[in-house]
């Protein structure tokens, strides 16, 4: 518990070995509980991950980043966490930043803060994801009139009953697109909303997971269909 709210750390991991343990044991004791979703892991992500302290929910085969986040957020609202914290297993994200994305929401009444590496001040970050990222922020800016530094990050919190008033169950938000679509939405919505800054570890030379084409299509599609008025 952190200053009488209950928090949880909900971890979509895919074949995470040797990163997924380190994240987990980074937590910082404020967090009541550590969710790991695991989508479809071939390797011993669960077996490191629970070794560590986490609760495991396992979908049997892959479905999706956005999948896996909905299922912790449907645990989170089962079990009445107050906030949900969001982060990769991969080892990226910095856990100990945790209460930097929790004290606006406990403190300010923000329902939802995006963490941002730009504000942080980052500094090696390989330059084809640069680029990337930087497109994205400035059509993410374009469709939702906020001032946004960081679009694509994937370290956030926000108030767990929000999460309610959103169609965040639609099957198309499965892969990369329920991220962008929640935060544009809570946004348009009128959510009291703000960025942080927040370290990004790159390691591998940025590797991701993302699919060429395919995946970059899906985190735009949230912002093209909200552009033509088409998101629900």
Known sequence: ??????????????????????????????????????DGSR??????????????????TNRGVGAAIRTGIEYALNKKYDICVVMGGDNQD????????LDPI??????????????????????????????????FKIVCGYPLTDGSNGFRA?????????????????????EPYFMLKAI?????FKEAPVQKFYRDEGYTKMVPVRDWYSILKPLLKELFRLNK
């Not at 910095?94 to 994305?101: D, G, R």
């Not at 923000?110 to 590496?117: I, L, N, P, W």
């Open 106 to 139: 406990i403190d300010e009444g923000y329902d939802f803060v995006q963490g941002s590496r730009y504000l942080y001040g980052i500094k090696q970050i390989p330059k084809f994801r640069r680029v990337t990222t930087k497109f994205y922020i400035l059509l």
């Open 158 to 178: 926000f108030r767990t009953k929000i999460a309610k008033n959103f169609n965040l169950w639609q099957k198309s938000l499965d892969r990369y697109e329920l």
């Open 94 to 101: 910095n856990p100990k930043q945790i209460p930097v994305l």
């Open 43 to 60: 390797d011993n992500t669960v077996k490191e991950a629970e070794s560590r302290g986490a609760t495991i929910l396992s979908h049997k």
């Open 188 to 192: 348009k919505k009128g959510y009291k």
């Open 1 to 38: 518990m952190y200053n009488k709210h209950t928090v949880i750390a909900i971890i979509p991991a895919l074949n995470e070995e040797g990163k997924i343990g380190t994240t987990v044991s980074k937590m910082p004791g404020i967090v009541d509980e550590i969710l790991v979703i695991d």
